[in-house]
């Protein structure tokens, strides 16, 4: 299994920034992607963002093109996520989540491994 810690949230206003830290452990060695989630009250668990495991390839919800991007560092294989220009439909709680399937599309939502979840609050 891995274990995904995710870190960076809190409230910040309409307009401003924030960015999440993911950090995987355990069998990463058999992870080939990654991405971040978002699940609002009352809302299914919706596609944000994902990255192949090397970096090579990133995908976007469309609601958040052109405002958040999502990139691998090397310190401790973390994942990032830097949101710019929020809006209050971006409040949710997001999830960082690893899978052993090289594949990244907006519409798969099975991956294996879940982090436990930060909060983002956009207030207008």
């Known amino acids: 299994q891995v274990q995904l810690v995710e870190s960076g949230g809190g409230l910040v206003q309409a307009g401003g920034s924030l960015r999440l830290s993911c950090a995987p452990s355990?069998?990463?060695?058999?992870?080939?992607?990654m991405g971040w989630f978002r699940q609002a009250p009352g809302k299914e668990r919706e596609f944000v963002a994902a990255?192949?495991?090397?970096?090579?390839?990133?995908d976007y919800a469309d609601s958040v093109k052109g405002r958040f991007t999502i990139s691998r560092g090397n310190a401790r294989n973390t994942v990032y996520l830097q949101m710019n220009n929020l809006i209050p439909g971006d409040t949710a709680v997001y999830y960082c989540?690893?899978?052993?399937?090289?594949?990244?599309?907006?519409?798969?939502?099975?991956?294996?491994?879940w982090g436990q979840g930060t909060q983002v609050t956009v207030s207008s």
């Open positions: 989540a690893a899978d052993r399937v090289e594949i990244i599309s907006p519409h798969r939502l099975n991956y294996s491994d």
């Open positions: 355990g069998r990463t060695e058999t992870t080939f992607a």
């Open positions: 990255i192949t495991w090397t970096g090579g390839s990133t």
